[in-house]
């Protein structure tokens, strides 16, 4: 009964997604060029926010940590090096721990956060991680691969193995 209305709803989802699109493509003269620059765009934001999230197995981690929520969100995430010229194209999310330990902080403090998180990790012996987006892509791979194979071992179907 769920998954039908989890089917409806994603069936529902899609349909107003193209609407969305067709309704701001039938604004322009130049609809392929916009879509082009509009998914490029959304793919460099999705590499951004998997780079942040995925380059970890954050699943492990979380049962190490003993459900410490300040030490997970350290394990499990990590910040982005990047010139200060290049900071607004994050919209503040390269600060990832400060994004993560204070999510109602507004972002333009954090850049005040990050090195009272950095002096709190070394004094507690925790790594305080900060790659290049291209290091990050490359971890981001090698997670992935090593989640596959993980998922290969038990078969088709095993979401489970994310949470066990």
């Known amino acids: ?70 030490v997970w969100q350290i394990l499990a995430t990590q910040d982005f090096a990047c010139p200060i010229w290049l900071q607004w194209f994050y919209g503040g999310l ?14 333009e403090y954090f850049h005040i956060t990050t090195p009272l998180i950095k002096e709190l990790c070394d004094k507690h012996g925790l790594p305080f991680v900060q790659v290049g987006f291209f290091q990050c892509i490359g971890e981001m791979i090698v997670n992935f691969n090593e989640v596959r194979k993980e998922f290969s071992k038990c078969g088709r179907g095993s979401v489970a193995l994310m949470y066990t």
């Open 94 to 107: 390269n600060f990832h721990y400060s994004h993560h330990l204070f999510p109602t902080l507004s972002r």
């Open 1 to 70: 009964r769920f998954m039908s209305f989890f089917d409806s709803s994603a069936k529902l989802g899609n349909i107003l997604h193209l609407l969305l699109h067709y309704s701001i493509l039938s604004q322009t003269n130049h609809p392929v060029s916009v879509f082009i620059v509009g998914a490029l765009w959304q793919s460099i934001l999705s590499l951004q926010l998997l780079g942040n999230h995925y380059t970890k197995p954050w699943n492990k981690i979380y049962a190490a940590t003993e459900g410490n929520f300040f």
